[in-house]
């Protein structure tokens, strides 16, 4: 391990490593900071431009991205009150209120620091869990692996909003629909192309997944068009910037807890960052002292809380996509795709077969950190300018660069067309208010779940005992089934309670 951590070490330091990382840092801190604009849109953008890249570029590249991405969205939530991503939500209850009253120094302090200290705790979270759940997982045969398919889905569809489980359920079976076109690589057979011989080696990953995030949301960004965005105007100073990590140490015992959240609901296959930041900022004010004060821009730790938990949550969305090869959140699934464009399948075989790239990515990881923490420093008047960039500049270049990336992936037009098409699938979801996670999960891991399930029939003789009676196999099932009945039984429980007569 000691010579993997090396080798990991000596190909990130390299002088234009070390300056891709740096850029992808700048350039995320940038988007994230815009609204709407977000870590996954980030990433996606890129992914594409990475294929000419050798891969000891193109991953810490993709990582300074990522990290920066997710912790710029705290200069739009403190600035606009609008989150630049949907992980600085709950950012903005206290960060704007906080800016408002003449202390955005402060609040963009406590917020960096935060944020900085919780990414480098799910850093070492990274490093310390991913080789020991590689090693179980090795053990995994094709049962294991189709369970943590279903669990995966279940805990998509559990997240979901009030009353959105069934649509979830609905937009994972068009994904798995959508993987199944093509040729069927066990009979040879054709299917679901409709004559159309393009489709006989199904629909391109990474034109799908950039259709389904990119164009609905620059559609969504028209609407903002000729919106005058009121920034909050500052005066920087690096002293009262750095005197704010007094008060984030002060508030430790948040600082833990939203941590510990952070990374517990980044291993959760689907969710993602969003879901941490709102859960570390409810169960701060749970912990408080003064709960009343949250949401009136007093308290440090409603800041500290929710910022925490979501750059928290990026090293533990990245233990399942390294060692299992399933996506934390839709960020790293843009890194799966970034893994599959270069050949490198993600999975507990990566940890054996490439330990070299797996330590370069926990290197990038901390160097993205640090690259944050210096350049937060000296370039924050930067990035606020960023925040007030109008969206008719902006929508059309971003675009651009997505038609581009897409083409350029195989030269060929039909890419495009899945892009644009996928948009359209995208955009209507988006109408109608489904979410478009499981459909690019479905897809994703549509082909995984087919092969491992011919398999462990094949296996066990037509029989789907051992799914239930393979212990680890028979324990994912279990958990995915109690996190789909659990929500269901406490809420009726609770309206019980809330209409029992007192």
């Not at 310390?128 to 369970?147: D, H, K, N, Q, T």
């Not at 430790?252 to 807890?257: I, K, Q, S």
């Not at 993600?346 to 790239?357: K, N, S, T, V, Y």
């Not at 028979?474 to 019980?496: E, F, H, T």
Request: net charge neutral; with cysteine; charged share 10%.
């Amino acid at each position: 391990m000691y010579d993997l951590f090396l080798t990991g070490v000596a190909a990130v330091c390299q002088p234009w490593t070390l300056v891709a990382v740096m850029l992808g840092v700048a350039g995320g801190l940038v988007i994230g900071s815009i609204p709407g604009l977000t870590s996954t849109m980030a990433i996606a953008l890129l992914v594409p431009l990475t294929y000419a890249m050798d891969i000891n570029l193109a991953l810490p590249l993709l990582m300074g991205v990522y990290c920066g991405a997710i912790s710029g969205g705290l200069v739009g939530a403190i600035l606009l009150n609008i989150p630049g991503t949907p992980a600085s939500a709950a950012t903005c209850l206290d960060g704007y209120p906080m800016a408002a009253g003449g202390q955005a120094v402060r609040a963009l302090g406590l917020g960096v620091y935060a944020s900085m200290i919780g990414g480098v705790l799910s850093g070492l979270a990274l490093v310390l869990i991913a080789p020991l759940l590689a090693r179980v997982a090795l053990s995994f045969g094709p049962w294991e692996y189709f369970s943590l398919v279903i669990f995966t889905f279940s805990c998509i569809s559990a997240m979901s909003p009030k009353g959105r489980a069934i649509k979830a359920f609905m937009a994972a079976f068009i994904g798995i629909l959508l993987s199944l076109v093509g040729l069927d690589e066990a009979s040879g057979q054709v299917r679901l192309t409709f004559g159309f011989t393009a489709l006989e080696s199904g629909f391109y990953e990474l034109p799908a997944l950039i259709g389904l995030y990119a164009i609905p949301q620059l559609l969504a960004d028209t609407d903002d068009i000729g919106r005058s965005a009121t920034v909050l105007k500052i005066k920087f100073q690096l002293r009262a910037f750095v005197a704010t990590l007094r008060e984030v140490v002060a508030c430790r015992r948040d600082l833990g807890r939203s941590t510990f959240i952070g990374i517990i609901i980044g291993i959760l296959p689907g969710v993602g960052p969003g879901l941490s930041n709102i859960v570390a900022y409810s169960q701060a004010q749970r912990a408080s002292r003064h709960p009343d004060l949250f949401g009136k821009g007093v308290l440090p730790e409603a800041i500290v809380a929710p910022e925490a938990a979501n750059n928290a949550s990026m090293g533990g969305a990245l233990i399942p996509m390294l060692t299992l090869g399933i996506p934390g959140d839709a960020s790293t699934l843009m890194m799966l795709g970034a893994f599959m464009l270069h050949g490198i399948d993600p999975g507990p075989l990566l940890f054996r077969d490439h330990g070299e790239i797996v330590w370069m990515v926990f290197v990038s990881f901390f160097v993205a950190f640090f690259f944050c923490f210096i350049l937060y420093h000296f370039f924050i008047p930067l990035t606020v300018k960023a925040v007030s960039i109008p969206r008719q500049y902006v929508i059309p270049v971003l675009l651009i660069l997505c038609t581009v990336g897409c083409y350029s992936l195989n030269n060929r037009m039909f890419d495009v067309y899945c892009f644009l098409g996928f948009g359209l699938l995208g955009y209507l979801l988006h109408i109608a208010r489904v979410p478009v996670l499981p459909v690019i999960l479905g897809l994703i891991l549509g082909p995984m779940a087919e092969t491992q399930l011919s398999l462990a029939l094949a296996f066990g003789n037509d029989s789907v005992l051992p799914f239930i009676t393979r212990p680890i196999s028979g324990g994912i099932l279990l958990v995915a089934l109690l996190s789909l009945v659990l929500p269901a039984v406490l809420g009726r429980s609770r309206r019980k309670l809330a209409n029992a007569p007192a």
